[in-house]
């Protein structure tokens, strides 16, 4: 199976701050990929370098055959038009109607006629059960239901590419497994490719094909859920299993207590 997605030898920083080092990763064509870790892992970052929003210090993201970072303007808005993106807490635009907000990307990307835009905008929420939402506006429902708007606005194109960052954060525990649900539902039945960037383990394993875990900048497991679960790598074991002993520590690093009070050199 090809990949839509190849990372090779990745680093970015900004400025002497290493954000990323030497990622190797493949995304195939039709799989939900999960790229997880702890806040400040670099995985937000990895989705940004996809879209092309940033470039890399060296190495290269190959996505459909193209070298996002070599591509000229032009070339990387029709790149950006295969590819999907429900942000972080969604970001609807809360003065515009929950159709609006879905048919925005239509208007914006095609020549569409508005009668066609309509049926699309009605079907795409349809499909994750708003269609009768589509007057009100995204302060009149609940934060999953406009999690789920989101989400049809980021399928409106049909896109190749769909990247979801952090789809499940601030959501309860119903709307988790719903929106869960339809990553992988609309996945399957558009034949694309997703990039799922989450610290939910229970949510992502359900749905994912594969999994790869960041920890400061690099890549310390990956392989299927499964593999996953019974893994001995201390990050993956601490991580998966909510432990609270184990490589990420709960005191940011630096002195001790007893040295920031003056105890350190007492005898």
């Given amino acids: 199976m090809s990949n839509l997605v190849e990372i090779r030898d990745l680093h970015f920083s900004y400025g002497k701050r290493a954000i990323l080092s030497g990622l190797h990763m493949d995304f195939p064509r039709g799989k939900v990929v999960a790229v997880m870790g702890g806040s400040g892992s670099g995985k937000t970052t990895v989705l940004r370098l996809i879209g092309g929003q940033i470039r890399p210090q060296k190495g290269t993201v190959n996505v459909e055959g193209q070298v996002v970072h070599q591509l000229k303007t032009r070339d990387l808005y029709v790149l950006r038009r295969k590819m999907g993106m429900l942000f972080q807490h969604g970001a609807l635009f809360t003065d515009l109607t929950v159709y609006e907000n879905v048919a925005f990307p239509l208007r914006e990307h095609t020549d569409l006629p508005e009668e066609l835009i309509r049926d699309l905008v009605l079907m795409k929420l349809h499909s994750v059960g708003l269609r009768n939402?589509?007057?009100?506006?995204?302060?009149?429902?609940?934060?999953?239901?406009?999690?789920?708007?989101?989400?049809a606005r980021s399928i409106a194109l049909d896109p190749q590419l769909i990247m979801y960052d952090e789809p499940f954060a601030g959501l309860d525990p119903i709307s988790m497994g719903v929106t869960a649900n339809l990553i992988r539902n609309l996945n399957d039945a558009l034949g694309s490719t997703t990039i799922l960037v989450s610290h939910d383990v229970k949510e992502s394993?359900?749905?994912?094909?594969?999994?790869?875990?960041?920890?400061?900048?690099?890549?310390?497991?990956?392989?299927?859920?499964?593999?996953?679960?019974?893994?001995?790598?201390?990050?993956?074991?601490?991580?998966?299993?909510?432990?609270?002993?184990?490589?990420?520590?709960?005191?940011?690093?630096?002195?001790?207590?007893?040295?920031?009070?003056?105890?350190?050199?007492?005898?």
């Fill in 133 to 151: 939402a589509a007057k009100l506006k995204p302060g009149e429902i609940s934060g999953g239901m406009a999690r789920r708007v989101a989400l």
């Fill in 205 to 267: 394993f359900m749905i994912a094909d594969y999994v790869y875990f960041l920890s400061q900048g690099k890549i310390v497991a990956h392989g299927t859920p499964a593999d996953m679960m019974v893994s001995t790598d201390p990050y993956v074991k601490q991580f998966v299993h909510a432990e609270s002993d184990g490589p990420v520590p709960f005191h940011y690093p630096g002195k001790s207590l007893a040295d920031d009070l003056g105890l350190g050199a007492r005898k």
